[in-house]
């Protein structure tokens, strides 16, 4: 199974933030800062604290939420130079093979260590921070089966 993609910038960054959401440590991080800020809310509303705590938990929450949701996929976007080519990728039962106009390189399935589905993209995980991004976009349905079925093969699921 063969196709050529490139990068729509706004899916792209879609698809990162989907990736930070989707870490272990961010929605436990975004989970105690909600019940910071909550908790420092009910406290200030019975007059239980002064309006430091409450001003605290809120600038936290604001700044975690725009370094989740701006910062950090903008910053991502914009250093790496992927984003910026055309690629084609062909996926077979030994592995994957990417290739652009700079070079090729292909990968084995077992230098996968998962894959996860968001709405415009597949994941390939090389590890926990690192992986590719595959857009669905020129896929067909039959298409994205086979290929989900190939990963499930191959790759697994160990999230």
Do not use: C
Not at 68 to 90: E, G
Not at 127 to 139: G, I, Q, T, Y
Not at 140 to 156: D, F, S
């Amino acid at each position: 199974m063969q196709f050529s993609f490139s990068y729509d910038k706004k899916k792209t960054i879609q698809a990162l933030r989907y990736h930070f959401i989707s870490r272990r440590e961010i929605r436990v991080m975004m989970v105690l800062v909600n019940v910071f800020a909550i908790t420092a809310a009910i406290l200030f509303y019975t007059k239980k604290i002064r309006p430091e705590p409450f001003l605290l938990g809120s600038a936290i929450w604001i700044f975690m939420m725009a370094a989740i949701w701006y910062i950090l996929p903008y910053s991502i976007y914009k250093k790496a130079a992927t984003f910026q080519d055309s690629f084609i990728i062909q996926f077979s039962e030994t592995g994957v093979h990417l290739e652009n106009s700079r070079g090729y390189t292909n990968w084995n399935w077992r230098q996968f260590t998962r894959f996860l589905e968001s709405p415009h993209f597949i994941h390939l995980y090389f590890d926990a921070k690192s992986f590719f991004l595959v857009p669905k976009e020129n896929m067909t349905e039959e298409m994205k089966h086979e290929l989900r079925g190939m990963l499930n093969r191959n790759i697994g699921n160990n999230q």
